[in-house]
């Protein structure tokens, strides 16, 4: 099972950190996603880390302003989004998959509840 939190209320410009514990013994060997989803739209991704923890993907959004990096020792993820915009809110899910370098929701089989970033402006 996965668990996100960090969510909140911040103003445009200010940074989060988020985090998704994942239970269970198998969270190293799955690559991680954060995927958005806006009020009133789909699911988009945001970012991927492998299971190694040593290759990322980003979406155009967040390249340059999000990373994503990992701690298999505490089966833990933790997405830093830094210079926030009001494009950035909605409830951002975690999710695993056995299938690597995938950026595609429908390849993530373990989700999370979510939790909401909400960026003013």
């Known amino acids: 099972q996965l668990q996100a939190s960090g969510g909140g209320l911040v103003q445009a410009g200010e940074s989060l950190r988020l985090s998704c514990a994942a239970s269970g013994g198998t969270f190293r060997n799955l690559d991680a996603g954060w995927f958005r989803q806006a009020p009133g739209k789909e699911r988009v991704f945001v970012a991927r880390?492998?299971?190694?923890?040593?290759?990322?993907s980003y979406a155009v959004s967040a390249k340059g302003r999000f990373t994503i990096p990992r701690d298999n020792a505490k089966s833990t993820v933790y997405p830093q989004m830094n210079k926030l915009e009001p494009d950035d809110t909605g409830v951002y899910h975690c999710a695993a998959s056995w299938r690597s370098g995938s950026n595609y929701p429908e390849d993530f089989g373990s989700w999370g509840p979510g939790t909401l970033v909400t960026v003013s402006s």
């Open positions: 880390v492998s299971r190694s923890g040593n290759r990322t």
